[in-house]
């Protein structure tokens, strides 16, 4: 059982304390079958097929940082979540909670970019919901999406598919989204030239599926960073999973940022970059289709899934081996 007894910020930081938070409340109170996968998003069968589905809500300080606002945040979330079980993003529905004295330029603003973030996603919004709270109570804006899409025949995409033999794929750099968001509250002054990655994968993730229909896990590690869906996998799947230190993308600005701040890149959250288990056999094809797409220009073969041992564990660059563990506390708060 969870050992806290109120609410902290970190039992929304995506590690260890959200998942006892989720497990000993939430799944308790709701369990059912199809909750109790544990997924960004849920897949349920119909009459003609099978749909998913999913929700989020969003809160981010500042409400814009380069390369990204929280509108665009709340569409790319939801359509990124669908498209990691592998289902065509169709439509999302859309609640605006507004902070009492938030300018009307500022709100304009979010939902011009969200607008344009639909259209390059190929998705709508086809319903909603406004809230006007007090001053002082929402931070400006919270956010929450949910959305809907389908599932085609014969994609089966989850954290439980992970296999022993299999290889681990990022599309891009690591920790890019949750730097910019932290030089742009401006409270340590420092300065480099990072943009969040925050964009739509439905397309990318739409071109792997027609080469490869056997894919086995996709995940876009937004809370937590890539080393907490790398345990979330290893957990669900039973397996191992070894990365290597010296392929994993990280952009120089954003290992010289995290440095400074005693941060662990492999822990911050990417909002355009996913994480793709597929079989060896596919690894190198699909990494040169990938690096075809625009935003997985720099994807990269990074590790490994294994029998034994059991974990996700990181092979330095200089010969040692370390546990990258489930992150126990929240090492950027307010970032997603």
């Known amino acids: 059982m969870i050992e806290d007894d109120r609410i902290l910020l970190s039992h929304g930081g995506g590690g260890e304390k959200m998942h006892r938070l989720i497990e000993d409340v939430f799944a308790r109170g709701f369990s059912n079958p199809t909750l109790s996968s544990f997924e960004d998003a849920s897949v349920f069968s119909i009459e003609n097929g099978s749909l998913a589905f999913t929700t989020d809500s969003y809160t981010v300080k500042p409400?814009?940082?380069?390369?990204?606002?929280?509108?665009?945040?709340?569409?790319?979330?939801?359509?990124?979540?669908?498209?990691?079980?592998?289902?065509?993003?169709?439509?999302?529905?859309?609640?605006?909670?507004?902070?009492?004295?938030?300018?009307?330029?500022?709100?304009?603003?979010?939902?011009?970019?969200?607008?344009?973030?639909?259209?390059?996603?190929?998705?709508?919004?086809?319903?909603?919901?406004?809230?006007?709270?007090?001053?002082?109570?929402?931070?400006?804006?919270?956010?929450?999406?949910?959305?809907v899409g389908v599932v085609k025949e014969g994609i089966d995409i989850s954290n439980r598919n992970a296999r022993a033999g299999?290889?681990?794929?990022?599309?891009?750099?690591?920790?890019?989204?949750?730097?910019?968001?932290?030089?742009?509250?401006?409270?340590?002054?420092?300065?480099?030239?990072?943009?969040?990655?925050?964009?739509?994968?439905?397309?990318?993730?739409?071109?792997?599926?027609?080469?490869?229909?056997?894919?086995?896990?996709?995940?876009?590690?937004?809370?937590?960073?890539?080393?907490?869906?790398?345990?979330?996998?290893?957990?669900?799947?039973?397996?191992?999973?070894?990365?290597?230190?010296?392929?994993?993308?990280?952009?120089?600005?954003?290992?010289?940022v995290s440095e400074m701040l005693g941060l662990d890149p492999l822990y911050i959250p990417n909002e355009g970059m996913l994480v793709c288990v597929c079989s060896e056999e596919t690894t190198a094809a699909l990494v040169r289709l990938m690096r075809g797409h625009k935003y997985s220009h720099m994807a990269t073969a990074v590790g490994r899934v294994v029998a034994s041992p059991k974990g996700v564990w990181l092979s330095t660059a200089i010969g040692g081996t370390r546990p990258l563990l489930m992150p126990e506390d929240e090492q950027l708060p307010r970032i997603c």
Do not use: W
Request: proline share 3%; charged share 25%; aromatic share 4%.
């Open 166 to 256: 299999d290889r681990v794929i990022v599309s891009g750099p690591v920790g890019d989204h949750g730097v910019a968001v932290l030089l742009a509250r401006e409270e340590f002054r420092l300065r480099a030239e990072i943009s969040s990655d925050c964009a739509p994968l439905n397309g990318l993730v739409e071109q792997m599926l027609k080469y490869a229909r056997n894919l086995h896990t996709l995940r876009d590690p937004t809370r937590g960073g890539v080393a907490a869906v790398l345990n979330e996998i290893a957990r669900s799947s039973e397996v191992g999973i070894i990365l290597e230190e010296s392929e994993i993308p990280i952009r120089e600005e954003v290992r010289g």
């Open 63 to 147: 409400l814009f940082f380069s390369g990204g606002d929280i509108g665009k945040l709340a569409v790319c979330g939801t359509v990124n979540d669908l498209a990691m079980r592998g289902a065509k993003p169709l439509y999302l529905s859309a609640s605006f909670i507004i902070e009492e004295g938030l300018e009307l330029a500022i709100l304009t603003k979010i939902v011009d970019s969200m607008a344009e973030t639909l259209k390059s996603a190929g998705v709508k919004i086809i319903s909603g919901d406004t809230k006007v709270v007090e001053k002082g109570c929402a931070d400006g804006l919270f956010i929450t999406t949910t959305g």
